[in-house]
């Protein structure tokens, strides 16, 4: 059994900075896929970040250029290092990732339980 756990999230003041971590624990042999989503009350789900195993990025273009997607593959941890933030990126941020438990074995996917970003003065 894998899980992902999202910690790192708070408030902070428009114009700062923040990085929150989404740690996989349990069978992992390789993380192919990670990726940082955000749901703001009365909104959909959105995708904010991707990574592949080797390396690969894209971003949402409302935050590109603010935010960088990073991940440890010795810690099986992802990043989101989120600056220059602004109001309208308060929401809940949630870790996905797909991973294989062994070598050969098909990707599973799972999410984090999600941790709050509150953006305000």
């Known amino acids: 059994q894998v899980q992902l756990a999202e910690s790192g999230g708070g408030l902070v003041e428009p114009g700062g900075s923040l990085r929150v971590s989404c740690a996989a624990s349990g069978s992992i042999f390789r993380i192919n896929y990670m990726a940082w989503y955000r749901q703001a009350p009365g909104m959909q789900r959105e995708l904010v970040a991707q990574?592949?195993?080797?390396?690969?990025?894209n971003y949402a273009d409302s935050v590109k250029g603010r935010f960088t997607i990073s991940k440890d593959n010795a810690k099986n941890t992802g990043y989101l290092q989120m600056n220059s933030l602004k109001r309208e990126d308060t929401a809940v941020y949630y870790c996905y990732a797909q991973i294989q438990s062994s070598w050969g074995a098909i990707r599973n996917a799972y999410w984090g339980q999600g941790t709050q970003v509150t953006v305000s003065s």
């Open positions: 990574i592949t195993s080797g390396g690969t990025t």
